[in-house]
């Protein structure tokens, strides 16, 4: 019995010094959010799919937050005939709190891809991103979060090309211009984090606007053993985060850019795993939570 009792106590030790964390994160409920999405076709501005993607993710987000509302304006882009409506969506959990974390991912698909005629399904670059911050919607409401959290989500990231740079970031950009809020105390951009080979390092643009929050961010995921994330700096990566920047909000962007389906049609749920879901997802709830 003592020799039990000991290695009982020996056990909780080695937990606590560990720094044992369990997120009860429910990894395959999260990639059912991206396949839904998927399901929808591709979500390019104007379509069809794109309504019922704003539709579902406001149905969703009124389930778990306390206020949601959209940023609807309209927009001459270079890939459509006629103005485009664009969407901004966003859901604010604990809306009457001092401080303030705000979480952004883009919902929409590239129009475009690597065959002619054939926009991007989107299932890594724009469903992953936002299948999580669904999820983290419903899991910071189930589990007691006391602070404000807004999620946000972006249209038109995705519609730019070189002769039409105008095009990117469309939804940012009206979002950062028209913010009248308080810089929050966290901001987080996710983007691409669905890559069965999930490689996500320290993007420049970030580092260079807020280290520190990237230092919290890759401490918590090597304490979580999460293999992918690599604590090195990567590449400088445009997206949503610079608009943000400009503004002031000291914004980081959690990305894998070298994802070898980005912008084809290959871009499909099958690429994308429950796994790296959940490793983004559990970093950024220890992050949240020890901010």
Not at 75 to 90: A, G, L, P
Not at 95 to 104: A, G, P, Q, W
Not at 162 to 182: A, M, V
Not at 191 to 209: F, H, Q, T
Request: one cysteine or more; hydrophobic letters at 35%.
């Amino acid at each position: 019995m003592k020799f039990l009792i000991k290695s009982f106590l020996l056990s909780l030790t080695v937990l606590t010094s560990l720094n044992f964390f369990c997120s009860d994160f429910d990894a395959r409920y999260a990639f059912s959010l991206l396949e839904k999405q998927s399901s929808f076709g591709p979500r390019v501005p104007g379509s069809e799919a794109h309504k019922k993607t704003v539709d579902f993710i406001v149905d969703f987000l009124n389930k778990y937050v306390d206020t949601v509302y959209v940023q609807k304006f309209s927009k001459k882009v270079s890939y459509s005939k006629k103005e485009i409506e664009f969407y901004n969506i966003v859901g604010v959990l604990n809306k009457d709190k001092e401080e303030n974390i705000m979480l952004f991912s883009h919902f929409d698909s590239r129009p475009f891809s690597n065959k002619k005629g054939e926009p991007t399904p989107g299932a890594n670059d724009g469903a992953s991103s936002t299948a999580l911050l669904l999820y983290l919607s419903k899991y910071f409401k189930e589990n007691g979060f006391k602070e404000r959290i807004d999620f946000v989500f972006f249209d038109g990231e995705d519609g730019g090309s070189i002769t039409h740079p105008e095009d990117w970031f469309i939804g940012s950009k009206y979002f950062s211009e028209n913010y009248s809020g308080k810089i929050p105390k966290i901001a987080i951009l996710v983007d691409m984090i669905g890559d069965r080979e999930l490689n996500i390092k320290r993007e420049i643009n970030s580092e260079i606007v807020n280290s520190k929050l990237y230092d919290k961010i890759f401490e918590k995921a090597k304490k979580l053993g999460k293999k992918t994330f690599i604590n090195k700096l990567g590449f400088f990566v445009e997206d949503d985060h610079i608009p943000l920047n400009k503004k002031g909000f000291k914004c980081v962007d959690i990305i894998d850019i070298e994802y070898k389906y980005w912008h084809t049609t290959e871009d499909t749920p099958d690429k994308c795993s429950e796994e790296s879901l959940k490793d983004v997802g559990e970093v950024l709830i220890e992050t949240i939570y020890d901010r």
